[in-house]
Structure formats: C-alpha cells, structure tokens
C-alpha cells in the first residue's frame, strides 16, 4: 500500500481560501475530464448531471474541533463545486450513524462519506452500501473492518503518532521529576481515544512520570471538567494531565480553577487538536504543550469524491500531517490561525 503524506502542516498556513480555489478547480477538472473520454455521451450528461451527490455522516458537535471540521465540509461540498450534500449529525452515536447511512443507500446517492464514531462494527451496512454500488470514503476516524474493499480511502490524521508526540514532549520536559499524571480519554472505542492513548503510553515508556488514573470525558468540555473534578477530591497530588482534545483540557482548567491552583503551572496540561481556544489557552499559558489534529478534511474530501466518482484509482490511507506547540509557538501561531 503506497502511503502518500500530504503536508497538511503547509497547506495550514495557506488560506481556506486559496484552499477552496483548489477544490473548485479539481470540481471542475474531474466533470469535464470524463466527458472528453466519452466524447458521445456528452449530450447525455445534461447539464446538472455531472453534480456529485454526497450524503455525509458526522459524528455530532462534541468539539471546537468537530465544529471547525464540519465547517470544512459543509463550506467545500457546495453546490459551486459541483456537490449535492446531505449533512446528518449523529449525535455520537453509531445507530443514528447506521440509520443515515442506510438512508443515503436508499436516497442512491453517488458517495457515502462519515467519521465513524466507534471504530468497529460498521461491516454490515459497509456491505449494504457495496452491494447498492456506493463507493464509501471514511474521514478523519478509522473502522477496524478487516476488508478494506468496503470503503475507497481514508483521508485523516495518525492518532497514535499524535499521542507519540506528545508522550515524548512529557518525557523531554518532565522525565526524573515523579510526576502523577491523569488522562482524560476521548470517547470510549474510537479511533483517536483508543490510538492517542496507545501513542502515549508507548512515548512514556521507561520514563518516571506514572499515571495514575484514566477517565473518559467523551471529547466533551462538560465532561472533560466533571472527570477532572473528581480526579482532584480523589487525588492530591497531580502534577500533570493528558487530555485527548482540547476541549477536555479546557474543562480541566476550569476544574484546576475551581480547587484554587493554577494550570499550566501547579498540574501541566498536554491536549490534543490546537484549535482556537486551546491555543488561546496555551499562549495564556494554561496549557503546557498542544500536538494539532488539522480539522480542514473538506478539500480532500471533495478531490477523492471526484475521483472515485470519475472511476479514478485513489489512495487508500491520506495521512494528513500535524504540527505541535509550546506556548511561544502558539502565541506566534494565533493570529494566523484558521481554527
Ligand atoms: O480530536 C476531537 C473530536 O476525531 C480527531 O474528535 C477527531 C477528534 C478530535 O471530538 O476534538
């Protein structure tokens, strides 16, 4: 399987603008390419027909992330760049995810994308939209499927990678200080939580900081302050905190903050996305250290959509690539950044 890395660090810095220009030249690229193949059945392809639809299954709202991602989306599958979208939000859940996606099957639409809140049980309706002959792109979470003919790509960051990086930032910052560290893990059996988790633990490996408690805060901000709340009544001695988003992260400070300490310095905070209001925090210097997840999966999304709809061979594996910061960085970053 050929990798192909797309330097998503880069392309950050570039504007969504320039950005949707390229998703706007590809959208037209693609139509035209395949009417000059079939030059006859040009009559054919009436106007309007070369319009892509494409029913897409997010997993909820439960983030800046999240908004940030669907933001992406909803801004580059628009009917300017030759899409037909249909938006659903599961709420977090697998079946309304099972639900919509049974539901474009039946509306027959041209693709299937989602971000697969749980990373298993998805073959049987995989199997479904095969058979109906829909072609399925996952973005941003994986599936743990075994048959990787059911979906064409998977356009999305390395999760465990991003728990490495910031394993090893701890271990260089923190390593022969005893430290007690705390994880608030993402949402129970998803790609990220399971992967950023994995990463972690390996990077800190051999190293004295210990953890000493592990909690899910479902990527939520709410949740990621109630798990934080009752890890401070039952211990007095964290010194550190590994959130895997930001948004669990920032509702730990507001729990730091409430038991009269100071994060960033009485317990270090690492996270995980480098989203507006994390980074605001970590140039505040509430945070200690944030590894980014790039959110803006729109303009892929939309060149794999067009190719697989042109019969075009595609990657299988997109690994978008990921920066990190420390608070000078973050402070430089900010007024640049997109989300
Ligand atoms: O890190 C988190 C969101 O799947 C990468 O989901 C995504 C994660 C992201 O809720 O904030």
Request: hydrophobic share 40%; glycine share 8%; aromatic share 6%.
């Amino acid at each position: 399987m050929t990798r192909k890395m797309w330097m998503r660090g880069t392309v950050a810095a570039v504007s969504a603008a320039a950005m949707l220009t390229l998703a706007a030249c590809s959208s037209e690229q693609a139509p035209s390419g395949s009417s000059e193949e079939t030059a006859s059945g040009e009559e054919e392809m009436a106007e309007g027909d070369d319009v892509i639809s494409i029913g897409f299954s997010q997993v909820g709202a439960e983030s800046g992330w999240r908004a940030a991602n669907t933001k992406s989306i909803q801004d580059t599958l628009t009917a300017e760049n030759g899409f037909d979208l249909s938006f659903s939000d599961a709420q977090q859940k697998q079946e309304n995810q099972i639900q919509a996606i049974r539901s474009y099957i039946a509306q027959g639409v041209d693709v299937i994308a989602f971000s697969p809140v749980v990373e298993s049980g998805w073959d049987p309706v995989l199997q479904e939209a095969q058979a109906a002959d829909i072609p399925v792109i996952l973005t941003d979470r994986a599936v743990d499927s075994q048959d990787d003919t059911l979906y064409e790509s998977f356009i999305g960051s390395d999760f465990v990678l991003e728990g490495e990086m910031a394993g090893e930032w701890a271990v260089e910052q923190y390593d022969g200080e005893g430290y007690k560290m705390v994880e608030l893990q993402g949402t129970t059996g998803s790609a990220p939580a399971i992967d950023r988790k994995e990463g972690f633990a390996a990077a800190i490996e051999g190293s004295d900081i210990e953890v000493i408690d592990s909690q899910t805060g479902n990527f939520t901000r709410t949740e990621g302050k109630q798990v934080m709340e009752g890890f401070l009544q039952k211990y007095d001695d964290i010194d550190l905190v590994f959130a895997h988003n930001d948004d669990m992260g920032l509702g730990a400070i507001e729990a730091i903050e409430a038991a009269g300490m100071v994060p960033g310095e009485d317990i270090k905070i690492i996270t995980i996305d480098a989203v507006k209001d994390g980074m605001q925090a970590l140039a505040d210097g509430k945070i200690n250290y944030i590894v980014e997840c790039n959110p803006l999966l729109g303009p892929d999304l939309a060149e794999i959509a067009q190719k697989v709809v042109a019969g075009e061979e595609v990657e299988k594996r997109i690994v978008v690539e990921d920066l990190a910061f420390d608070q000078e960085a973050a402070a430089e970053a900010l007024p640049d950044r997109q989300y």
